[in-house]
């Protein structure tokens, strides 16, 4: 069972990183007044919008800020600005002795997941796979009722419950009710298969297995569900949650199956079930905020929708 970071109380320090792709102030604007109004005190770290090429700085530079970030008792959580790529060129420059013994909820999604992955096979803390900063805009109208990221962090022994619309029917399991139990791994899949044989690697065996995608080919998702298949991740898990697959891409001429059919082939073999949903993934302030590592139960009832409660 994975550790669960203390939750977040007004007047705490919460810190934004760019541990990937560059941003500047006025994308992470309306944010810092969105976690204000929640009582939070921000700290942007000096250096926070420097840039190299499309990454926010040099490879040591953000490793840097995010360690000072990790190592600092006195940040309570740390939102990662935005994906892209460039967090698997630091993972292996950070020392996460500090942060094991000190835990601190990690937030993000996308090119984050290389930070969630990371995070659950070595030190088995809980993550939140969960909205980013650049994601929040002034229009966006999030309330403490509406938003489940903040109610994740802010809470302590609150049951947070999810109902999820299912996209199509859930496949391998004809009979009603499911019930199953268990810690959520995963987020995106390219990240997840480049991930494959470095001590990042994702630990699936046991555990729900959640994926989602944004802008690849058809093809490309084939060729890593079958890595995933050849590399035995997806023969011991209780269930597979599929995210959003977002602007999928197809060639010229057509590989032949859709996104959620090539998924299904990879796992035909076996008898979980699998939920397609829209509401987790490259959705913007529709992705649900997940709390990876922490135990959960997921109940089916029929097609329509599916609940995970925490």
Known sequence: MSLIPPPLHPGDKVAI?????????????????????????????????????????????????????????????????????????????????????????????SDVTVLHSHIQRNLGISTLHAT?????????????????????????????????????????KSSYPIQLHGEIVGGNLSILYSLRGTPSDIDTDGKILLI???DEYLYHI???????????????????IVGAMSDIHDNATPFGMSAHEIILDAVKDYDYPVFFTDMIGHVGLSNHAIP???????????????????
Request: aromatic residues 8%; hydrophobic residues 40%; charged residues 20%.
């Open 132 to 172: 980013m900063p650049i994601n929040i805009t002034s229009q966006a109208g999030i309330t403490w009722e509406k938003n489940d990221a903040l109610r994740t962090l802010f809470s302590t022994l609150t049951t947070q419950t999810y109902t999820l619309p299912l996209t199509g029917r859930i496949i391998q």
């Open 17 to 109: 990183a760019a541990t990937a792709r560059k941003i500047c102030p006025e994308e992470i604007a309306p944010a810092i007044q969105l976690f204000k109004s929640w009582g939070l005190q921000v700290v942007i770290p000096d250096g926070l919008f420097e840039s190299n090429g499309q990454l926010a700085g040099t490879d040591e530079h953000r490793a840097r800020l995010l360690q000072q970030m990790l190592d600092d008792d006195e940040v309570r959580a740390i939102f990662c600005a935005r994906g892209g790529y460039g967090t698997v060129r630091i993972i292996d420059k950070l020392n996460w002795d500090h942060f094991a013994q000190h835990p601190k909820w990690i937030i993000g999604y």
């Open 222 to 240: 084939d060729r890593m569900m079958q890595n995933l298949r050849l590399g035995r991740k997806l023969n011991n898990i209780k269930a597979l």
């Open 292 to 310: 990876l590592g922490k135990p959960c139960t997921i109940t089916a009832e029929n097609n329509q929708n599916f609940v995970i409660e925490f």
């Open 212 to 214: 989602e995608d944004l």
